[in-house]
T-cell receptor, first 116, second 112 residues
């Protein structure tokens, strides 16, 4: 149980394109999901907390107008990178917690974003 | 000083060895401690989850938390080549619905 699925797993696109990444909890409902970014040989850095039915909470230094988060249902959160540039190339990973929140976070397999 | 310190390695051990991985932290308010394993180009996979101080064992893995020293450890017994991965420690103030703070990760190679 506690499976988190991300799609797509890898995307390559031209500079200026907007890219949408989906994060789904397959066998549980999640009122809260988290989005992280990981650069090569670096650890995961929290970008934002996604709350179902309300606005996301962004970490300091993360542009909310560039990284649009929508958490429209209890099983789906989306991250849209708008007008992506090469410096946005990274590994984006989402996580979610099943149940009432007392369980640990489970992660998706990540999305590798490459902007040419 | 970073909130969570973890030696990035790399750490290379022979098959069958006991592996010890460690993290230190500065925020005494952390209550929940986790170890994740991450293979290349994959998301982190939860290995161990502990609350407050103490030990927890699951198969070949043992997690230890010493809150007085702000120090956590993961031991891997009878290490296997399939254990070769990056191991990330993580911790949080409250339960699963609060953000995690990660260590940098230790890259482990188990040589057959």
């Amino acid at each position: 149980g506690a499976v988190v699925s991300q799609h797509p797993s890898w995307v390559i696109c031209k500079s200026g394109t907007s890219v949408k990444i989906e994060c789904r909890s397959l066998d549980f409902q999640a009122t809260t999901m988290f989005w992280y970014r990981q650069f090569p040989k670096q650890s995961l850095m929290l970008m934002a907390t996604s709350n179902e039915g309300s606005k996301a909470t962004y970490e300091q230094g993360v542009e909310k107008d560039k990284f649009l988060i929508n958490h429209a249902s209890l099983t789906l959160s989306t991250l849209t990178v708008t007008s992506a540039h090469p410096e946005d190339s990274s590994f984006y990973i989402c996580s979610a917690t099943p149940g009432t929140g007392d369980e640990p976070q489970h992660f998706g397999d990540g999305t590798r974003l490459s902007i040419l | 000083q970073k909130e969570v310190e973890q030696d990035p390695g790399p750490l290379s051990v022979p098959e069958g060895a006991i592996v010890s991985l460690n993290c230190t932290y500065s925020n005494s308010a952390f209550q929940y401690f986790m170890w994740y394993r991450q293979y290349s180009r994959k998301g982190p996979e939860l290995l161990m989850y502990t609350y407050s101080s103490g030990n927890k064992e699951d198969g070949r893995f043992t997690a230890q938390v010493d809150k007085s020293s702000k120090y956590i450890s993961l031991f891997i017994r009878d290490s296997q080549p399939s254990d070769s991965a990056t191991y990330l420690c993580a911790m949080t103030l409250n339960s699963g619905n609060t953000p995690l703070v990660f260590g940098k990760g230790t890259r482990l190679s188990v040589i057959a």
